[in-house]
């Protein structure tokens, strides 16, 4: 009997993991791929990166901004919502919306092409100075709010139970990933960065990320009445 209820519960927190897994993979997806840009932000990083200053530093703040607006996105959007179903409505088809257009706009950047470029020399500068340039470059950026907040709090927000702690889990798994390897990486990183068809490609796979959530999220909407 010991054996069968240890087996039973196994299995239940397997059903739990598995049932999680979708909220998960789209908080993950989606956070990449509004992280994933070309932005002054990335180029600082891997500004940072190429001269090794304050790397860890300037990595540690990018990904605890991100956790923090994540989490009050998701927590404060998630409680906003569930109150009101024609809120829940709203930030559903809004979120369609807006994920089209990113898709869109991905797959137009893909067509024209660019790349992420850093100054070849760069001033030194010291911890205090790496903090606040990091701060500001994560926190005085408006589409940083619009991304984190809104857009990841409302998506993140129709979860339902445990959704919502697993997809923002996976928004700022995206974060964390993004920013170790553009900060950690840099010197590894910066040739292909360098290269117009490597983000042609990268910002070709956001668009088809992008688009497929759209769909899932519609059919979610649609399903709901």
């Known amino acids: 009997m010991p054996d069968l209820a240890a087996t039973i519960v196994i299995i ?3 059903r739990d993991v598995m049932s999680m897994l979708p ?12 992280i994933i840009a070309i932005g002054a932000q990335n180029a600082h990083v891997l500004r940072m ?8 530093l300037t990595v540690s703040v990018c990904i605890l901004c991100d ?16 109150r009101n179903p024609s809120l829940l409505a709203l930030a559903r088809w809004g979120g369609v919306c807006f994920l089209a257009w990113y898709g869109v706009r991905a797959w137009r950047a893909a067509w024209i092409g660019g790349t992420l470029t850093v100054e070849e020399r760069v001033a030194a500068l010291d911890p205090r100075q790496a903090l606040i340039m990091a701060l500001t470059l994560s926190l005085l950026n408006p589409h940083v709010y619009l991304d984190t907040v809104v857009l990841l709090g409302s998506i993140g927000g129709q979860q339902a139970g445990n959704g919502k702690l697993w997809f923002a889990v996976g928004a ?5 990933a993004w920013f170790l390897s553009l900060g950690f990486g840099a010197r590894v990183l910066s040739p292909l960065f360098r290269r117009p068809m490597a983000w042609r490609a990268l910002d070709g796979m956001i668009g088809a ?6 769909g899932t999220l519609a059919f979610a909407a649609q399903t709901s009445f």
């Not at 607006?69 to 569930?82: D, E, K, P, Q, R």
């Not at 990320?209 to 759209?214: Q, R, S």
């Open 172 to 176: 700022m798994s995206a974060s964390v």
């Open 49 to 56: 990166g190429l001269e090794c200053q304050h790397i860890a």
């Open 209 to 214: 990320v992008m688009l497929v959530l759209a």
């Open 12 to 14: 239940a927190r397997e």
């Open 67 to 82: 956790v923090v607006l994540i989490a009050a996105g998701v927590a404060g959007m998630g409680t906003m919502i569930g």
């Open 23 to 34: 909220a998960y993979l789209q908080g993950l997806g989606l956070g990449a791929g509004l």
